[in-house]
């Protein structure tokens, strides 16, 4: 391979992809659609059949906009692991098409094949649909009121070590380069939704977590360029904060609860997303939006659990996760009382009430059944 010349390829991509982020796009208003069409994904492993349920409970609480045709839920198929290494593509271009003709999608987990997998070792779904669909922000909740920890984190979704993840090279036995890539364009637009998100919710404070002390010149990027977007929020507060003390003062039960929303690039926001759901009860209860001007996506944030499958368990897979990316797609799409029932409905039906309990086997009840005792719940709300 020559070295140089895949520099100067990838420089030339980004260079263009920074070009097509400067053109001014508005981001789609739901309101002024004569129809909403909302794709899901089933994925792999227990994907199709926890999607299936999160996809009964959409079209529960909105049957009277899909009579009216206000509404369509579509499913798309074959964004399975075997499509994707028979075609050799993260996202076959079929199934991209299909994506593309609707306005959001719910997705089920995708497995990533790594290296010594049975598959190719082609790029993660997720992170495919991402850039596919140019969806910069990636927003996760996580609330444990008891504990006064209500954060919101806004992480970069479509640049940083993520962007050329697949793309760096063995220059011999010996060394490996991967690319990290952070764009003014890039960050201004994540910074503007966290400072946005902030001021519509009554929020004091973004946090802008980073590594910018050692990585000076990506991560000084994203923090001067958050600093710039703080300029023209004047009652919000930015303050700075380094991944790794950010890591640690999340455990700090004094201080974490000052937190409130955080900005931070992709890699860290992967890591720091998954020890902050924890707190919450795990990947499993967490949902996550993947926001962008002109498409959005919604997905559960744990894997696809092909043990449960191979041992005939799908069916009592726990869909919690899927159920609150659902909450999350209503409630981005306008109908934010929908959304809100579905969230309380899922702290009832998981946390409080618990009339009936997930343990991913015939000891607990199928996905099914907690589907149905979610919809029966929000019929009391
Ligand atoms: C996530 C996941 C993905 C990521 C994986 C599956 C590629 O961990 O959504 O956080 O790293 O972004
Ligand atoms: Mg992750």
């Keep these: 391979m020559d070295y140089l010349k895949h520099f ?14 400067k053109k001014h796009k508005n981001s789609i208003d739901y309101a002024k ?3 909403i069409i ?3 994904v089933g994925g792999d492993g227990i994907g199709p059949a926890i999607t299936e349920q999160a996809s009964r409970i959409i079209e529960y609480l909105l049957k009277d906009e899909i009579k009216k045709g206000k509404v369509e839920i579509r499913v798309i198929e074959d964004l399975t692991i075997e499509k994707r290494a028979e075609v050799n593509q993260a996202i076959p271009d079929s199934v991209l098409t299909e994506i593309k003709k609707c306005h959001v999608i719910l997705k089920g987990p995708t497995t990533t094949p790594r290296e010594g997998d049975p598959w190719p070792n082609i790029e993660s779904a997720n992170v495919a649909m991402r850039k596919e669909l140019d969806l910069f922000a990636n927003v996760r909740p996580v609330k444990v009121p008891e504990e006064g920890i209500d954060w919101t984190f806004f992480r970069e979704n479509t640049e940083g070590a993520y962007v050329l993840g697949s793309r760096g090279v063995n220059i011999s036995d010996d060394i490996a380069f991967d690319f990290k890539v952070i764009t003014t364009q890039g960050v201004e637009r994540i910074a503007r939704a966290a400072f946005e998100f902030a001021k519509k919710n009554g929020k004091t404070k973004v946090t802008c977590v980073t590594k910018a002390n050692v990585v000076k010149t990506t991560d000084g990027k994203f923090l001067d360029v958050c600093k710039e977007v703080a300029k023209d929020y004047e009652d919000i507060e930015l303050d700075d904060w380094y991944i ?3 890591t640690a003062k999340l455990v700090d039960k004094k201080r974490r609860t000052d937190f409130q929303v955080m900005v931070l690039p992709n890699l860290y926001g992967d890591i720091l997303t998954d020890e902050a759901a924890e707190f919450q009860g795990g990947v499993g209860t967490a949902g996550s939006a993947n926001i962008g001007n002109e498409y ?15 041992e ?27 959304g809100d029932k579905l969230l309380k409905a899922l702290d009832i039906c998981g946390q409080t009430e618990k009339k009936l309990t997930i343990t991913g086997r015939d000891t607990g009840a199928t996905s099914a059944a907690f589907a149905d005792y979610i919809m029966e719940t929000t019929e009391k709300l």
């Design 8 to 21: 100067e390829t990838i420089v030339k991509e980004q260079l263009e992809r920074v070009e097509e982020m």
């Design 244 to 246: 790794d003390i950010m």
């Design 312 to 338: 005939g368990r799908d069916i009592y897979a726990d869909p919690s996760s899927i159920i609150r990316a659902g909450a999350m797609l209503l409630g981005h799409i306008g109908y934010i009382q929908e």
């Design 33 to 35: 659609l004569d129809k």
């Design 296 to 310: 959005a996506m919604f997905e559960a944030i744990h894997g696809s659990a092909p043990r449960m499958v191979k």
């Design 38 to 40: 909302i794709g899901t």
